[in-house]
């Protein structure tokens, strides 16, 4: 099996959990505008909705920068197989990057 055959259906998988995600939002959204929400609940509701995205995406690219840097050691380190090694290295550096996730957002917490 080749990267293609396992990659395009795990694609087309999370593109439909993605289309699923956002259609229910909006119907969610609309129904809270038909409801006659008034401003300041759908203002909260919405800044709510803003924030935790932006904490996702920060805590998504944490990590990812963690890990990108987990997969330069190895390569600097000149490690070809997989081995228990190389799988500390990432799975440490995927614990750092949530832990410096975790500190960014307390301190973000506690200035807000």
Not at 25 to 36: C, L, S
Not at 39 to 45: A, S, V, Y
Not at 51 to 68: F, I, M, Y
Request: proline content about 2%; glycine content about 8%; overall charge positive.
């Amino acid at each position: 099996m080749n990267a293609v055959e396992v990659l395009v259906p795990i694609t087309l998988f999370i593109a439909i959990a993605m289309v699923i995600k956002w259609i229910v939002e909006a119907r969610f959204r609309h129904k809270m505008i038909q409801a006659g929400v008034t401003g300041d609940l759908q203002r909260q509701w919405f800044e709510e909705e803003l924030n935790q995205r932006r904490q996702s995406a920060l805590r998504w690219g944490t990590v990812l920068v963690l890990l990108s840097l987990g997969f330069g050691i190895i390569q600097w380190a000149g490690w070809d197989e997989v081995n228990p090694g190389v799988i500390a290295i990432l799975a440490a550096c995927t614990g750092v990057g949530n832990l410096i996730y975790y500190a960014i957002s307390q301190r973000q917490g506690r200035s807000a």
